[in-house]
Each structure stands twice: as C-alpha cells, then as structure tokens.
C-alpha cells in the first residue's frame, strides 16, 4: 500500500488505523527508565516511542555555555537506527535533528525556573527509539516526565500533540503515513495556565482553519 | 531506580469518568458489551504466530469530546513482505451494525437504521419468511457494477470494508460508482467496518504451505463478517433475516458452504430473483463462472499480446516507447492518432493490427515504425464467419467507400509524411458506457425471435469505437432501441471487444431516446437533484424576497442599495435565466457611470456543501435545442438568482467612470441590490433605442450605453481582437407538444447583441484584473493561447493556390487585418467561410488558475486582452461562481473559503469545468444537428437543395459546407472516372459536356437527403453533388 493510496479519513469517519479523527493512540508514559540519569521517561505513542535523559542541573561541560544568572539548557537528539524513519539515516548532526531539539529547548526554557539554577547546565538527550510520525511531540512529553523525574523546577508541566488537517476536519495525533499526506501543527501547550509555548508548522493553512486547530490542540493537550 | 509507573494522562482534570478509567489497568472481559463510558478495554489480540510489539495495558488517553470511545487494542501491521514500516492499526467496539432493530449498536457513532427486520423475499431460492440480506465480494462490485447499480431498491446490501477498500486500490471509477451506491439513500446499503471491527478484523495466516494470500484473507474476510452478522443479530432479533454471500468466486462459495453459510453466484441469484425482476437484470450479469476461460477460447490469435508492464515502462525510460492518448480517425474506422509531446507530429496508427485493441480515449504506449503501414490486409475481412456472423458484401463496400482516404494529402510531398507506430501496451482504458444500436447484419432471421441468449453486435453511435460484441435475451426486443452498452473485455483472440448490456434508452429517433442518448454520449449529468442539494436551497422557497432594509439583516450587511438606479436586462427571447443587467447615466463632470449587475449567485451557493459540489462537478448549463440541463437547481437559475424586471434581487455590481470615449476612470466593485425596470429581448432593445420619440431615461440609458460600447469595441478591435465566425442556427420548434420541426434559419446579430457582449467583457477584464491583482496564486482566469503558425499552414496554401490571398498570422492584430482583406466581390458569403475555417484554425479558450501558468501566457488572443475571466453568467457556469467568490474576498465582503487558496484544488475543478465545457459544447451542436436532420426531412419530401462551398477536396470526394444550415457533408465517388488534382486542390468530374473541375471555395449546389443506414437505425445526412455537375451514379 502506498501512502498516495492511503485514505486518511474514511466514510466511516475512520481513520486509516481505525481511530476517530480526535482519539489519541495508545499511550503509555514510564519514569525512571534510565539508572544513571538524574531524570529519565520514555513515552510510547503507538509505535513512536521516545526516551529522554536529563541530566543537571550541573557544572557545564563546555565553559561557553555558562551564564552567570541562570541555567543554560542543552538538547540533544538521537535517532536509533531501527527507528525506521524511513531509508535516510539520521546521524547527530542532521539539520532535522538539530531544529527538533532547537524546538524542544525553546519550548522549556521559558518554563524551567532557570534563574534557580544559575552558572550550571541541564543536559537534554532526546532517543527516539521507534519513529511513527509524531516525534517532536512525543519528545516534549517525554522531556517533560524526565524532567520532573529529575526534580528540577518547572512553571508548568508541557503537553504536546500534533494536529493535521484533512479537508476541513482536524484529526489529532498524527501517525506517519498520516504526517506525510496533512499539513501539520505541532502544539506545546502548559495545562495550568492554558498558554502556548510552541506551535509549529511547516506546511501552509488557511487562518481560519489555524486558530481551530491551534483550540483543539490545547484541549487535546 | 523507581518502580515501572504508568502514568496515566494528567491533563484535562473537569473529565470526571476518566478517573474511573484511571484504575482501569487490566483486561476487561471480552463478551462484556462495550458501552460508550466504560474504560478501554485492553486485551491484545494478537494475530497468530507473530510476535506483536505492543505497549503495555495502559490507559487510553481521551482527547476533546470527552466521549470515551472503546477503542482497542493495536495490532502492528506489516506491510508487504516484512519490509518498510510497520502500521499500526485498532479493532474497536464500536462499529455499528445498521440494524434498524439493534439493541446493541444503536448508540455508536455513524449508526443509522438502514438494514431493515424483514429482508428480501422475492426470490426463488432464498424464500425464507424473514428475507435474506446480501453481502458482496470485491469481485462482484469489480466486474458486475451495473448489475448491482440496476438491483431492486429494497434488496438490502452489506458491503464490508474489505470490498470497498480492495475496490479502491484496483479501479477509482468503480469506487466512486460504489460509494454512489452506499450514499443513495433510498437504497438498503450498509457499508461494515469489517477491518475495523474487532470481531471481525482478519489476520494473514500462516499455513503449512505458506503465507495465506491476500485474496484469500481477503475472501475470509467477507466470509468471517456474515458470521459476525448472524450471531449479533441473534441478540436483538428472534428470527434474524438470511444473510447470503453474493460471489462469483468458486472456491470461495464452497469455503462458505463448508462454514454452513449460503452463498450464491451473481447468474444463480438473478436467474432465482421474481420473474420480472429476473427479465431486467439477466443480461446485466457478465460472463460470470460458465464463462469460458480466456485461454480457452477457440480460434486463432489476431492481435498482438501486450508486453508485460516491465518492459513497457523500460522502453518509455529509453524513449523506444511513447505514452499518449489515442484518437480514431472520425473519417476512418482502421485508423487513429497519437500526439505526442516530443514528437513535432501526432503518430498515425494504421489497421487494426497497429491499433491493437485500443479504443478511442485510451492512454496507450507506442513504438515508431518506420515506412507507412497500410491496411490492405485486414480492410476486407470486417467480421469474421467463425464469430457466428456476416456481413454482407454491400456493407463491406459501403464501409470502405465512406472510409475517406485522408492520408492522401499527407503522402504527396515526402516531407509530409507522418510518423507511423503500433500500439504495444495499453497503460489505462477509458471505457465507459457506449450509446448503441444493435447491429441488424448481426442477427440471424431465427434469432429475431428467440429468446436464447445469443451473440449480437453493438454499433456505437460514435464513429471512433469498434463495435462492441455482447451476449443477450431480448435481441428481438432491443432491435429497434437504442441501448447503452458497455466495454468488458478485448482479448488478443477476438477482432472485436466484448461488452454488455446496461439498458435500454427508448425507441430510435423518439425525442426522449434521442436526448438521452446524446447526454449520456456527451457525459452530461442529467439527473435530477438530490435531495441533499435541495435541502441547501433557501427554505421560503418561490416566495423567497429580499428582506426590507435594515442593519442587521443578514442579506444588507455591506451591501449597496441601488434599488433606485434604472437598469434592465437584455437577453435573448424566452430567457429565463437572466444573470447581467446594465444601467448608464451621466455624470455631472461629463463621464458617464456604467455599471454591470450579475446575479450574486454566491449569496445562495455556499463553498462545500452539497450543492456547490454538484454545480461544480456539472459546471455548466447544458443548452440542448429542446431542453436545457440546469448546473443549479431551477429554483435559484429561474426564480431567486434570475434578475427579473420590476422584483429586488441581490446583484454583484461592477460600477465604472467612463468617459464619454470609453476610457476607464475609476472601476469599483460591490454587492448590492438591484431592481430591474425592464427585460427586453435583443429586438425589443433595439426597437426602443431607434424609436427617436421615445426620451425616457430607460431609453436614453440604453442609447449612452449603446454609444459607448460602439467605443470600447472600437478600442478592441484597434488593440487586435479577432471578429470569428462559427454558423449559430435557430431552430423553431412548432408546438411544444408535438416537437415536430421545424423550421431552421440563421441567427441574426443587431447592435443590442453587441452592447451587452461589449459591457460583459469588459466587466469580466475588470474583474479578471482584480482578483489576480489580490490573489496571484490562485485566481480563477481564462485564456486563449496564441495558434501556432503551422496550424494555419494547409488554410494559407489553399488561399494562396486557389484566390491568391494569404492570412498573416503573425499577431492576432494582423490576422484580423488580412482576415478582413480576405474578400471575393462576387461572392460576400466567402469572407465569412475563410472566417469560419480560420476559426478552426485555432486552439479553444480555456479556464485555468493563475498561479499554474507564467504570467506571459495569460492573454485572450481572440478578445486581445492581457487577462480575462468569466464572471458575468454564474447561473449557467461554475467558472464565474469561484470568480465572484473570489471577488467577494478581494472587496473584503467575505473571507475566502480555504478550498480557493489551494492551487491544486482550484486547478482539480477548473480542469472538470473545461471538460464539461467542451463536451457541453458538443452536446448542443449534436442536439442541433439532430434538428436540422428532423427539419431536413420533413421538408418537402425530405429533399433540400442548398447552396455550398466545397471546403476540402479527397481523392475520393469532396468535404462540403452548407453554410444555410450550418452543415458539413461529404460527397463521394466510388467510380473512378474522376481525376484529382492534389497540389490545385481540384477534383475534374466527367460529364456529358466533358470534365468540369470542383475546386476547394467553389460554390456548388448539393442535394440532401437523409437517409436510415440499414444496420445502424441512425439518420444519416445524404449529400449529391447538382450544379455543376451532377454527381449522381458516381
């Protein structure tokens, strides 16, 4: 079956596994996953899954990276080679990579209290162990369960969910034959105060449809 | 390290019934029905034998509607044979079964009463006092989608997943033709989520002998969802109708015998269904299991087998093999034509052998041969005996005489020669229901009245298509009928491709069969609305008004009042649709203000629903001579949207400053409401405008805009428009009741004519400026490309040759001049011949979205302007509805809808409307010809003479026109006594004074008559040359 040939939205109102347009897939979230880290989660959304390690707050590793009032926050992001994200590897310093992590890092470094942790560092590393569409929202839940589990102050917990599009019907938590064929928003929403602190889209909308989605990505989250 | 938590989904605390699902970790029992507020249910099924990599039991996280729907488990999929990515799929429990007595299902979503209690009972086989309902396989909807569009309504139908999925990969067509069927309401159909479904969802085996295909799963599958059906409906129903597998699959049929379920072959069930259902659907049933297998078909092989698929796409990459779609010949049966890109000249594609079972439409791939191929050999033996029919000798020789030798013209000079291929493969068939007759040689005496099924031929209506091979009961009955048939199969054994029967049209020549042939041949969708698209229509009906104004109405809001402005319509007579009207009045600076209304259509039709998809997806109007097929319901084209006189109507307005020569000061746009003050005819215009002692402002409105479209045309013609010309006629009808011609003559044009086309032109270059000005990528815009000179080449030779006049095609501007220059003084009707084979000459004006084509190529080389659109008839074409919406959102009157911010989208429908365009066009042409034939007869004693010019010359014949009636002929001569003359385009006939010589532009007298063709029951139009030669015997 090619994904040309998929049909996203069945007359059933049935997606192409089965789900309804605003059902999650399987989740499931588990801390403390990694021995050695100050905080570790990996999170399951149907066959993406994610691991993420904190570690930090602690001395820098690289004295650049030091700021005297507040912590700074690394990010790094990895893909396992049997991630099966398709026929192109994708090795540490990819561009991709690299703007997935530059997301992630934006995302929490307004709502990790950094000012409490001033002059150190905390280390982000992002695995993505299996790839099925979805990984940056995947990888902000997760850091936000590794973080927690690291007991480091946060504002807020995040929660992330992607939204596509199909005609004029939202449909949430996209997989990846869905993420290739929709236009597609990434939401990090904080649930306490209800503020945004990501939306990021790669492909062109229309406005009217944006600020639904945008909605219904919050909602989700 | 901490325990292994699950966490379950900490957000959304005002959902209070999560909480209960929050413990709900474990398994819950599967036989438990599964209500829409219990917890998920998790227990993993795993297909056999394969190790799922599935998540942890854990909660589902609920997202938005707060609506715990039990999904459930996943199951990976693999895809293919273990490589690329795995899916991941759900079975729920919440698929809804459609019956109407359901206990269980009846709060799932999706879930509608449609499967009724007591189900089919008139059948033979299946008798069972509760009825039986039918579940159909992938094969029966590929290969018997007439006999399923054609059973009874109340048959009821289940149609699993499976089927429609499988459907979807193997033909779109059939696909669409399927959902067509599910979403007809008055039917019984109900579509199971089988796939879907978790007591029905079906794995790939492993077997002893292997992996089970996928045909096999696939037929499983079907069979496991009667299963399904007849235990869960057991639960709500003591006496449960039959559930019967309608399959043409043996094997399959005997799987579900030895489950002990009934099953039943498509010919078994309708040869059991109530006698006179049986008699409608017999011949819908193709081939079926008694048909003989292909490769057991008795005679020898006539076509060349395909290559295979490998081969082929490798020679295209090679550039050995070209792609293209094939034309036939309409003068000649044995040959057709492929344009090919990178080739300077279509490819000619000689005999049948060449052609190889290519039907006109297809899209075919090609090799180049060298050296023209000629059909000699396969000319003669038309229909072969062994096919249990023959054609008698006369026939043959009237097939070859009418086949007029084209080629002719292109073999004289070398240079001319055309490339010549065969066809090696066949990449897509275009086949769709034909208009037929049957062929009368076909029958036998014996078969005229047997009622055996028997072989019989099907005459296209349409000269391109081979005639069509199919098996019937009633021959005797469809001999006089015009039937629709349609295209199965074409094996390399038979000369002729096999079809069936899809239904009967009516009586040859009665007007309803006539009419209906002509659509359907045209792909006109002529059937009523539904009811959905009815419901969209405002619901005051007729005695919709506008409402009195006020700030918050709804139909006022930005809206201009010019109720008070003096404007009336021009139109032709009997308009009913009446979407421009126009008003002018001075300025006090001496302009003057001239302003266009069309009807706001858009205020009715809105983006996306039912009735916006319909209209688009007929857009246009189809005007036939006796009726007119509506794009938008009648209540909107006639009554709400028609501009009619002395009534307030919603308007979209182009409003300009001229001055009094036509130049533009200013232009705005704006919706408003008009009232009309008069509706005049062309002729009643332009009485009231010459009537000089008539000096009321209606008048004088009509005089200034009078004058200044005499200037804006003046300005046009300057800047190089072309005056073309094609033959409009007018056909009186006598009464309405009996139809019976009939008069034809020739439309006449006045000033008013060209007072309306001025202002509608220049609104829709206005408009056209506008909406590409504010949405470049997407604007709905017409052009018409510049012809390329060789296109005008064969016309300039003949002018040269035979007036010594020449066409300068280098601008539209020169070709305008030389067209005028183009005068014999004897003869003024030979000006307006060259303009209508010039005419021809050119490519047509098309719909097309400005972002898909460079800015330099959206010139009108007809009208000579930079950019134009439709806008001013959007009750008649779609084209103009997305560009007053379009226009609605460059004023900021509305926001555009998202659908028209989408080049693709756009592009997808203004390539439909272009279709639908052109076939339209052919639609009404061949409604008039079919008149003129009927005028043609009645007329005293079905004998016409008629002046005509010869227009091309064969060697065989000549191509006449008939420019009183619009009509084109062919005279032949099957003695050869003549002479041609190619290079002076003149053929010398022999006659009792010697050779006289017809040359192309002479003027002649012909004779016509029509004539019944023996075989095909069609009218043919008969043409004898008269002066000054008589033709006769020839």
Redesign the interface.
Same mark, same amino acid.
């Given at each position: 079956?090619s994904s040309s040939?998929l049909?996203i939205l069945?007359?059933?109102?049935?997606r192409? /596994?089965? $789900? $309804?347009p605003?059902?999650?897939?399987? &989740?499931?979230?588990?801390?403390?996953t990694h021995?050695t880290a100050d905080g570790s989660s990996t999170v399951?959304q149907?066959?993406t899954s994610v691991s993420v390690t904190v570690f930090g707050p602690r001395e820098p590793k690289q004295r650049a990276g030091v700021t005297h009032d507040r912590a700074s926050i690394v990010v790094e992001v990895g893909v396992a080679l049997w991630a099966?994200t398709?026929a192109q590897r994708r090795t540490r310093g990819d561009k991709r990579l690299m703007e997935v992590g530059a997301a992630i890092r934006q995302t929490f470094e307004p709502v990790i209290m950094t000012q409490l942790y001033p002059r150190s560092e905390i280390f982000i590393n992002v695995q993505v162990i299996s790839a099925?569409g979805g990984i940056l929202p995947s990888s902000i839940n997760a850091t936000t369960?590794a973080l927690i589990?690291a007991g480091i102050s946060l504002l807020d917990?995040v &929660?992330s969910?992607s939204i596509g599009l199909h005609l004029?019907q939202p449909l949430? +938590?996209l997989?990846? *034959?869905e993420e290739n064929d929709l236009p597609t928003l990434v939401v990090a929403s904080l *649930?306490g105060s209800g503020k945004i602190t990501l939306a990021q889209m790669e492909t062109r909308l229309?406005v /009217? $449809?944006f600020e639904e989605m945008l909605l219904?990505g919050v909602?989700?989250? | 390290?901490? /325990?292994?938590?699950?966490?379950l989904?900490?957000?959304?605390p005002s959902q209070s019934h999560h909480s209960s699902a929050l413990l709900c970790n474990r398994p819950t029992p599967r036989d438990k029905p599964q209500t829409a507020f219990t917890g998920p249910p998790w227990q993993l099924q795993r297909p056999p034998g394969r190790v799922v990599?599935a998540?942890?039991p /854990?909660?589902? *996280? !609920?997202?938005?509607?707060g609506r715990s729907?039990p999904?459930a +488990?996943?199951v990976?999929q693999e895809?293919g044979e273990g490589k690329g990515? !795995?899916?991941?799929?759900?079975?729920?429990d919440d698929?809804a079964c459609g019956f109407e007595e359901c206990q269980l299902c009846a709060d799932f979503?999706?879930f509608k009463p449609v499967l009724p209690k007591r189900g089919y009972t008139l059948h033979t086989k299946f008798a069972a006092k509760e009825g039986h309902w039918l579940v159909i396989d992938t094969n029966v909807v590929l290969h018997q989608m007439d006999l399923l569009s054609a059973l009874p309504l109340a048959l009821p139908i289940i149609i699993p997943?499976t089927t429609?999925?499988e459907t $979807?990969?193997r033909s779109l067509p059939l696909h669409n033709r399927l !959902?067509q069927l599910?979403q007809d309401e008055e039917r019984k159909v109900w579509?199971w989520?089988n796939?879907?479904s978790r007591d029905t969802a079906t794995f790939q085996e492993e077997r002893e002998e292997g992996k089970e295909g996928p045909n096999d799963r696939n037929d499983r599958a079907i069979r496991k969802t009667l299963q399904y059906y007849s235990e869960h409906l057991l639960s709500s129903a003591a006496r449960p109708p039959q559930l019967v597998l309608l399959t043409d699959d043996k094997r399959n049929r005997e799987l579900a015998h030895a489950d002990g379920m009934l099953a039943v072959s498509t010919r078994d069930y309708v040869d059991g269904l109530d006698p006179k259902e049986r008699e409608k659907l017999v011949d819908l049933v193709v081939g079926g299991v008694d048909e003989i297998e292909p490769g057991e078909r008795r005679g020898r092989r006539l076509y060349d087998e395909y290559l295979p698929m490998d081969v082929l796409t490798a020679g295209v990459k090679t550039g050995r093999l070209y792609q293209g779609h094939f034309n036939a010949s309409q003068y000649n049966y044995l040959e057709g034509t492929v344009r090919v890109p990178s080739l300077d000249k279509p490819v000619l594609l000689v005999g049948r052998q060449a052609m190889n079972r290519s039907v006109d439409g297809d899209v075919v791939l090609f090799e180049v041969v060298d050296g023209l191929i000629r059909a000699e050999a396969l000319k003669d033996d038309d229909v072969e005996d062994d096919e249990g029919t023959g054609v008698d000798d006369k026939e043959k020789q009237k097939l070859a005489e009418e086949k007029m030798d084209v080629e002719d013209e292109t073999k004289r000079k070398p240079k001319d020669v055309q490339p010549t291929g065969r066809v090696v493969g066949v990449i897509k068939r275009n086949w769709r229901a034909y208009v037929c007759h049957l062929d009368r040689s076909s029958l036998s005496a014996a078969a005229l009245t047997s009622l055996s099924q028997q072989t019989v031929f099907a005459t296209p209506l349409s000269r391109t298509l081979p005639r069509i091979r199919l098996r019937t009961r009633q021959a005797p009955q469809l001999i006089d009928q015009k039937i629709l048939v349609t295209i199965d199969s074409w094996s390399p054994n038979s000369k002729y491709p096999d079809g069936h029967f899809v239904r009967a049209l009516g009586k040859v020549e009665s007007k309803e069969a006539e009419q209906e042939s002509l659509l359907l041949e045209y792909e006109v969708p002529y059937r009523p609305f539904g009811r959905a698209i009815l419901d969209c229509l405002p619901k005051e009906g007729e005695t919709w008004k506008v409402p009195p104004k006020s700030a918050d109405s709804l139909e006022w809001r930005d809206r201009e009042d010019l109720r008070d402005l003096i404007v009336c319509s021009i139109d032709p007579p009997n308009c009913q649709d009446i979407d421009d009207a126009l008003h002018a009045r001075p300025l006090p600076n001496g302009n003057i203000e001239a302003g266009v209304h069309i009807a706001d259509v858009s205020h009715f039709v809105h983006p996306?629903n039912p009735m916006d998809s319909e209209a688009a997806s007929r857009g246009t109007t189809v005007y036939l001579v006796d009726k007119r097929i509506d794009m938008l319901p009648h209540l909107l084209g006639t009554s709400l949207c028609s501009l009619r006189p002395y009534v307030e109507r919603l308007a979209f307005s182009v409003i300009w400053e001229l001055t009094p020569d036509g130049e533009i000061v200013k232009e705005r746009f704006v919706k408003s409401v008009i009232s009309s003050n008069e509706a005049f005819t062309y002729e009643a215009a332009q009485v009231r405008k010459d009537n000089k002692s008539l000096n009321d402002p209606l008048t004088n409105s009509i005089r200034l805009l009078n004058s200044l479209a005499i200037k804006l045309k003046e300005g046009r013609m300057r800047a190089g428009a072309l005056s073309l010309s094609s033959p409009e006629l007018k056909i009186h009808l006598d009464s309405a009741e009996s139809a019976e011609p009939i008069d034809v003559e020739q439309k006449e044009l006045r000033e008013t004519n060209s007072l309306v086309e001025e202002f509608m032109l220049l609104a829709n270059i206005s408009v056209a400026r506008k909406i590409q000005e504010v949405f470049p990528a997407t604007a709905v815009l017409r052009r018409h490309a510049a012809p390329p000179k060789t296109n005008f080449e064969a016309l300039n030779d003949l002018l040269v040759k035979r007036k010594g006049l020449e066409l300068d095609v280098s601008s539209n501007g020169a070709l305008a001049r030389s067209l005028d220059a183009c005068v014999d003084p004897e003869r003024p009707e030979f000006n307006t011949l060259v303009r209508i084979m010039a005419t021809r000459c050119m490519l047509s004006a098309e719909y097309f979205c400005s972002g898909s084509v460079s800015k330099e190529a959206y010139g009108h080389y007809g009208l000579a302007s930079p950019i134009y659109t439709h806008f001013t008839s959007p009750i008649r074409r779609y084209a103009d509805v997305l560009a007053h919406r379009q226009l609605a959102a460059a004023i900021n009157y509305t926001?555009l809808h *998202?659908s028209l !911010?989408s080049k693709a989208h756009v592009d997808r429908i203004l390539n439909n409307v272009n279709k639908r365009n052109r076939l339209a066009q052919m639609a009404g042409r061949a409604s008039v010809e079919f008149y003129v034939g009927l005028a043609l007869k009645s007329r005293n004693g079905g004998k016409t003479r008629a002046d005509a010019f010869v227009i091309r010359t064969f060697r065989n014949g000549l191509a006449v026109f008939v420019s009183s009636l619009g009509l084109e002929g062919l005279i032949t001569f099957s003695k050869d006594t003549h002479t041609f003359d190619p290079e002076n385009y003149s053929i010398a006939i022999p006659s009792p004074k010697g050779d006289v010589a017809v040359a192309v532009f002479d003027k002649v007298v012909v004779e016509i008559t029509v004539e019944k063709d023996a075989n095909t029951q069609r009218g043919k139009v008969k043409m004898v040359l008269v002066e000054p030669v008589s033709s006769v015997g020839l």
């Open positions: 079956m040939r049909e069945n007359d059933g109102g049935l192409h /596994d089965a $789900r $309804r605003y059902e999650l897939r399987s &989740t499931s979230f588990s801390l403390g021995p399951t149907g066959l099966g398709g099925d369960l589990d917990y &929660t969910v004029t949430l +938590d997989s990846a *034959p *649930p229309h /009217d $449809r219904l909602e989700a989250g | 390290m901490r /325990d292994f938590i699950t966490i989904n900490p957000v959304l990599k998540a942890p /854990d909660h589902h *996280p !609920q997202a938005h509607q729907a999904v +488990d996943k990976p895809d990515p !795995q899916l991941e799929r759900y079975v729920r698929i979503p999706g997943s429609i999925r $979807r990969h !959902q599910v579509v989520w796939e879907e996306a926001s *998202p !911010q």
